[in-house]
């Protein structure tokens, strides 16, 4: 990870000519968080909840509430979390930003294995990256934007597919053949829209399952 993330700098200063320009212009500044009420209308809350929260609802319990359990579970079983607990503490959390104007946020697996297939094997990897994020957040957020282009979309994508190839071989030579092509058909849906793949995935699974239909045959 240190080595791909230098080279991405490195590309960068590389690339990008004013970058260096902007970096030397960087001035630490201390900026405390205001937090605001909002108002928010009932209208506002009609549209949040069709044009935000539906679309999104598939991702988040797939992927950071059964998705993130399942694997945590696999790596720390002596230390298991349950379904239950990671969406009430989706749902506190988010609620409480909400209320003080924050966003919705939420962990997902595919971070975890990320962080598993660069090294991290205790929370302590989480300490070190929330203290750099508050950090930034309160001493850097005027210049978030110019370190942001440090490192290039090409070399953030090469970490997002070892962190997905992580993911998807965590069951490693368990996944019969079947529960492979639901994984393939799953994964090419999502990548046209998220929902679809997510209810056709599921469908998917039950059906070959319980036999109804057959993806593959040995």
Known sequence: MVVLLVYGVGISLWSDA???????AVRPALRLPT????????PEVVRAVFLLVLPQAALTVGNA?????????????????TVRELA???AALNAFAATI??????????GMAGHIRFG??????????????????????ESVAVLFRLFPPAVLGVILLLGGLELAGAKGSHFEGWERMVMVLTAGLSMVNVGVGYAVGIILYYACARGWVRLWEK
């Not at 937090?35 to 009932?42: D, G, Q, Y």
């Open 35 to 42: 937090p605001t009420w909002p108002t928010v209308s009932t």
């Open 18 to 24: 004013g970058l260096w320009q902007d970096l030397v």
């Open 65 to 81: 509430v059964l998705a993130t359990a399942e694997e945590h579970n696999r790596l720390f079983p002596e230390r298991e979390v």
């Open 120 to 141: 991290a094997r205790t929370g302590g990897s989480l300490v070190i990256l929330g203290v750099t994020l508050l950090i930034l957040a309160l001493v850097l957020s």
């Open 88 to 90: 009430f503490d989706h």
């Open 101 to 110: 104007g924050g966003v919705p946020m939420c962990r997902g697996a595919g």
